[in-house]
């Protein structure tokens, strides 16, 4: 064979075409297998952007496709008319090619959903990283401020995700806000803190920190009882948190100074 003599299975000719787009619309699978073997690439398009895939899928050679898709075939990948290989499998009647098609689609697009996931945590992580090198420094609204981005990362990250995936979005995420609910208290924003505290919650209902955090927050803005109700649950969760018996306690004076003086 021409390739055993060193024959380069790239070359192209003067029209564009080369043996792959040869071999593939005309269904020579094992002529195929062999240029693909040899190095050929399966990513040039001829004039209106027409791949080998599109020729194999306009002409139902499932087995080529196979093959190409094997090889890295991208199956989203479009002519200039805007048709894809499974726009011409399926309008040309090749039920077979259009299934594997398909079922390429789907397999392509969760991969492809994948690594916009990781991506995107990616950068949640390095802005939550930011946020705990600023809060480090003392530069408590800059903190805030990352955190914020990263918590905003993530909820771009919607169901369903990975079970994976998922665990690791919600661990970031609830870490984010409890980070966040400590920064905005060095902050006095206390309405901020309720706010990131009740966001974690729904995340995590029995999260001490938040529990504990929010009560804090809840005595500031005057809301004892429901300030008292935070820290009787972080005492059910964890009966030996001596801040939060503290808590309690001191909160317990206040309430009895109140209602002796008739508020």
């Known amino acids: 064979m021409l390739l055993d003599a060193r024959a380069d299975a790239a070359a192209t000719a003067s029209d564009g075409w080369t043996a792959l787009h040869f071999a593939s619309i005309n269904g020579h699978a094992g002529v195929v297998k062999t240029l693909l073997g ?6 040039p398009s001829l004039s209106g952007g027409k791949t080998a895939l599109h020729l194999a899928a306009a002409t139902g050679q499932t087995g080529v496709i196979k093959l190409l898709l094997d090889a890295g075939a991208v199956v989203s990948a479009k002519e200039s008319n805007g048709w894809t290989a499974l726009d011409l499998a399926t309008g040309r009647g090749h039920e077979g090619a259009a299934r594997v098609l398909r079922d390429a689609g789907a397999a392509q697009a969760a991969s492809d959903a994948a690594r ?23 530069s408590y609204a800059t903190a805030a401020e990352a955190y914020s981005k990263a918590i905003r990362l993530t909820e771009m990250l919607k169901p369903p995700l990975p079970e994976e995936q998922q ?41 001490e920190e938040a529990l504990f955090r929010r009560a804090m927050s809840r005595t500031e803005l005057g809301d004892w ?18 801040e939060a018996k503290e808590a309690a306690r001191k909160l317990h004076e206040k309430q009895a100074l109140r209602a002796a003086a008739g508020g």
């Open 225 to 242: 009882s429901s300030a008292a109700a935070d820290l009787a649950r972080v005492l059910s969760i964890n009966p030996s948190n001596t």
């Open 167 to 207: 665990a690791a979005t919600r661990a970031l995420t609830l870490q984010c806000l409890t980070n966040l609910a400590n920064v905005r208290s060095k902050l006095e924003d206390h309405a901020g803190v309720v706010q990131a505290c009740d966001d974690a919650l729904s995340l995590d209902p029995d999260n």
């Open 116 to 138: 916009r996931t990781e991506k995107t945590l990616d950068l949640a992580k390095m802005q939550k990283e930011k946020g705990t090198a600023e809060y480090q420094k003392l």
């Open 38 to 43: 040899a190095g050929a690439d399966v990513s």
